[in-house]
């Protein structure tokens, strides 16, 4: 069985509409449920010289390079599409019984 046949979706080839709560997965994050923002940021985060946290404009080039495509969970944090590339609906009827297996899970024969 395939990801696609599995209900996954590449962010690839289809993104979620702003604000549509979804499982998303990848290696370096695991599977969570979060919310699709696709929010281009101009603002970073430094700090000064006496160490106190200012907000700063991000030069073009930065915002140009930056995955905007990001996945927000409270407990988990901000997550880019880079690093969870796959997701599919959340469906909070059918979660009270039911989580999907990862994209790239073997089903033992």
Not at 14 to 21: H, M, S, T
Request: aromatic share 12%; with cysteine; net charge negative.
């Amino acid at each position: 069985m395939t990801p696609k046949e599995r209900g996954w979706i590449r962010c690839s080839e289809r993104l979620p509409e702003k604000g549509q709560v979804v499982y998303y997965f990848g290696h370096p994050v695991g599977l969570h449920i979060g919310t699709f923002d696709p929010t281009v940021e101009t603002k970073g985060r430094t700090e000064n010289e006496a160490g106190e946290e200012v907000i700063v404009d991000l030069p073009q080039e930065v915002i140009a390079a930056i995955n905007h495509n990001k996945f927000i969970n409270k407990s988990w944090g901000v997550c880019d599409a880079d690093d969870a590339p796959w997701w599919m609906p959340y469906d909070a009827e059918r979660a009270k019984s039911w989580v999907p297996l990862p994209p790239d899970y073997k089903i033992p024969e």
